[in-house]
């Protein structure tokens, strides 16, 4: 199966910063990847679809300002969480999902935001 | 838009017991897979569901989903400290390019 590969795995910034965190599909060119946020005890939810070459998609409430996308290639896609508040301390997760469906998505190992 | 329920929320379980996670959908699906997600981890895949009635087994884990293609179900026969994790049920609809995932069930066992 796929590869995903995550940095960092852990992250503590100041509130007000800036902090990248980069998902890279290290044997399968992806054209999707996407991004979630999981509270503690919680589900996951999807944050935006990044596609390669293009705008990601946000899904509805995700504000793409603050949450900054950028797949620009079909092996790295980053997400930019911007001016960051205490409020933004999450557990981030990329995914993909390689053909055929039915290998389902292959996780990174996840970011452990916190923001203080 | 579609939802995708999932009960119960957490389940406390002797080693040895079973364990039954459950999976509703509002709409109909083209197919719906299963992950476990182990404390501090990710999810990792488990399988795909994709035929109305489908029933799949791996090992001790056995996996439905209903005729109706609304609904599935994961089973776990004599429970192991090492089935300790929250299984997430993931449903894609019939016209989405992405899945929407059940709260998970977070599933704990006594020793």
């Known amino acids: 199966g796929a590869v995903v590969s995550q940095h960092p795995s852990r992250v503590i910034c100041k509130s007000g910063t800036s902090v990248k965190i980069e998902c890279r599909s290290l044997d399968f060119q992806a054209t999707t990847m996407f991004w979630y946020r999981q509270f503690p005890k919680k589900s996951l939810m999807l944050m935006a679809t990044s596609n390669e070459g293009s705008k990601a998609t946000y899904e509805q409430g995700v504000e793409k300002d603050k949450f900054l996308i950028n797949h620009a290639s079909l092996t790295l896609s980053t997400l930019t969480v911007t001016s960051a508040h205490p409020e933004d301390s999450s557990f981030y997760i990329c995914s993909i999902v390689t053909p055929p469906l039915n290998y389902g998505y292959t996780f990174g190992s996840g970011t452990r935001l916190t923001v203080v | 838009g579609q939802q995708v329920m999932q009960i119960p929320q957490y389940q406390h379980v002797q080693e040895g017991e079973d364990f039954t996670t459950y999976c509703n959908s509002s709409?109909?699906?083209?197919?719906i897979q299963w992950y476990k997600q182990r404390p501090g981890g990710h999810p990792v895949f488990l399988i795909q569901?994709?035929?109305?009635?489908e029933v799949k087994k791996q090992k001790r884990l056995t996996f439905q989903f209903g005729e109706a293609k609304k609904n599935s179900s994961l089973h776990i026969t004599a429970t192991q400290t090492t089935d300790v994790g929250t299984y997430f049920c993931a449903g894609w609809g019939t016209n989405a390019g992405k899945s929407t995932f059940g709260d998970g069930t977070t599933l704990t066992v006594k020793p």
């Open positions: 709409t109909t699906l083209s197919n």
């Open positions: 569901l994709v035929k109305s009635g």
